[in-house]
């Protein structure tokens, strides 16, 4: 396996002593507060970013794991970002301050810029970081951040503080700075616009630029343009921009700026398939182009996609990338006029997610398979303790994803996950929030709605749990109904589940309809392998458990449009 710290080690112990040199003479004992916390929002609790801005747009604020209170900070670190967020305050010259913050993940650093910073290395729990700085004889303000380090995993802070007499008063900064000016749109899609203005201009020096959309401040960048994302189809939207200094004084209002979103594809993407899993390596695989002609299906789920070694692509984690069963299996379909989108994951194995070092290994990886067939689409299905219980392992998986991606024009990405009857569970809803914090622009979230623990309304329960999804897409993404039913996948399980849930024929023929009638994006089941009868025969690999007809379920979901 790669190192862990991968391309970064060298840069990374370099920094590591240079600060421990640093931080060395400056945290001994600090010297009795001269004033209160002097930060804005140090503990999150406003439920928004704000006044703190964060690199890359990786920052948000989150519900757990927290300090104290009810928010915390949550930086999303990538392999080309640390995920900084800064905020800059009013201070006096020749003056003592402490800075200090709980923290918690791995390689995380408290600092001022131009001055001393602290880090710690890998706290499972919240870790209190201090460290003392004096200003500069003419220093009138300082920015303060908090961030992770490259390729090192989601890291969390919470209660930040800044020791210290505030600046302003006794001929403090109370001149606010002027107005931007020339706010325009660069550009839009269905569900983002972009904007640019001219910079501000104030006596000590602009720190920041705040977006509204009507009244409701929406964004705080410190550069001089921004895009504003989660908007819905087809609707107008009016921004202004102001501008703010250290001191916290803030300008009027730009010029505003009304730009109409574009049409959404029907709602959404425009992406819909009908494609139920097809296993090589188990269960008696059935002949793909005999389900084709039998039943009218053109797309199969390819399972499962898992790490032979080193990061390393191979079907089942043994199976060879190219050349064996599964290549044959996909070149049969082909030539029959349709076609697969791989899994990557399941439920057990050895798997890339996992395993391969860091975003940039994980891509690479996914990258040999879309260069071996030339994809369309990537299903990620992710499950179990060591990917979807665990956060950064979700991170990673979604920036892997948001880089083959923009690398693959065209390229659909699809993520696969459990629910509970009546939406997504806490790891649901992190693997959502991550992707609308990191940008990942997923277009499916697929949902499987079985092995609830029991129940006898498979109808029902699959009806809830896609509600549940669809409210949680609109809250996180601010999309109307349309479009977040157009972000939606279900893919069940037929006949009998693990847990001896059983989906009948006609049960699944009412999901299929529902899923037509709210034009939601993705149908599969597991598995075609198991789309034949054998009642009374229990959950096994090569039949359904129930009685029913050979390739029933594949011929209900290929009338899935969508």
């Given at each position: 396996m790669r190192n862990p710290l991968g391309r970064h080690r060298r840069r990374l112990l370099a920094l590591l002593g240079s600060v421990a040199l640093a931080v060395g003479g400056a945290i001994a004992l600090p010297g009795t507060a001269q004033g209160a916390n002097i930060l804005t929002n140090p503990g999150f609790e406003s439920g928004g970013l704000s006044p703190w801005t964060c690199t890359g747009n990786l920052g948000s604020v989150v519900s757990s794991p927290v300090h104290s209170g009810s928010k915390a900070l949550q930086g999303a670190v990538t392999d080309s970002d640390n995920a900084q967020c800064s905020q800059t305050v009013a201070v006096q010259p020749n003056t003592t301050y402490t800075l200090s913050g709980w923290v918690r993940g791995s390689y995380v650093y408290l600092g001022v810029n131009g001055g001393a910073s602290t880090w710690t290395t890998s706290p499972t729990a919240y870790s209190r970081l201090s460290v003392s700085f004096t200003t500069g004889a003419s220093q009138t303000s300082a920015t303060i951040y908090v961030h992770g380090w490259y390729a090192q995993g989601t890291y969390w802070a919470d209660d930040i503080g800044l020791d210290g007499p505030g600046g302003g008063g006794g001929g403090g900064d109370t001149q606010a700075p002027t107005a931007p000016t020339g706010l325009t749109s660069t550009g839009k899609t269905s569900s983002s616009v972009s904007l640019s203005w001219n910079a501000a201009t104030d006596n000590v020096g602009v720190t920041g630029y705040d977006v509204y959309s009507g009244a409701n401040q929406v964004l705080t960048v410190s550069g001089t343009s921004a895009t504003v994302s989660g908007l819905s189809p087809s609707t107008s939207y009016t921004f202004t921009v102001k501008a703010h200094d250290a001191a916290g004084n803030v300008s009027g209002a730009s010029n505003s700026v009304s730009v109409t979103t574009n049409a959404g594809s029907g709602g959404g993407t425009g992406f819909k398939q009908a494609a139920p899993y097809l296993y090589e390596g188990w269960g008696d695989p059935p002949s793909p182009t005999t389900v084709m002609s039998a039943t009218g299906i053109k797309w199969f789920t390819m399972a499962f996609v898992l790490d032979s070694g080193g990061c390393t692509?191979?079907?089942?984690?043994?199976?060879?990338?190219?050349?064996?069963?599964?290549?044959?299996?996909?070149?049969?379909?082909?030539?029959?006029?349709?076609?697969?989108?791989?899994?990557?994951?399941?439920?057990?194995?050895?798997?890339?997610?996992?395993?391969?070092?860091?975003?940039?290994?994980?891509?690479?990886?996914?990258?040999?398979?879309?260069?071996?067939?030339g994809l369309k689409a990537v299903d990620m299905d992710i499950e179990n303790t060591d990917e979807f219980e665990n956060e950064a392992v979700q991170a990673k998986i979604l920036t892997a994803l948001k880089t083959v991606k923009a690398s693959n024009p065209g390229l659909k990405t699809i993520v696969t996950f459990g629910t509970s009857t009546t939406g997504p569970t806490y790891y649901g809803n992190r693997l959502i929030e991550q992707a609308q914090s990191l940008g990942a622009n997923i277009d499916v979230f697929t949902v499987m709605p079985f092995d609830f623990g029991g129940g006898s309304d498979m109808y029902g329960n699959t009806v809830n749990a896609a509600e549940g999804l669809k409210n949680k897409l609109k809250s996180t993404f601010g999309w109307d109904d349309a479009t977040a039913y157009a972000h939606i996948g279900i893919s069940g399980m037929n006949g009998l589940s693990d847990q001896q849930e059983t989906t009948t024929p006609a049960i699944w023929t009412q999901i299929r309809d529902w899923a037509n009638s709210h034009h939601i994006a993705r149908l599969a089941f597991w598995s075609v392998n198991r789309d034949r009868p054998c009642p009374g025969g229990g959950v096994v690999s090569n039949c359904s458990g129930i009685s029913q007809n050979n390739w029933q379920f594949t011929s209900i979901t290929a009338g899935f449009t969508g």
């Open positions: 692509p191979a079907w089942d984690g043994s199976r060879p990338l190219t050349g064996g069963a599964d290549q044959s299996a996909i070149n049969a379909v082909r030539s029959a006029g349709g076609d697969i989108v791989p899994s990557f994951g399941g439920w057990q194995g050895s798997k890339l997610g996992a395993n391969c070092s860091s975003a940039a290994a994980l891509a690479g990886a996914i990258q040999k398979v879309i260069d071996a067939y």
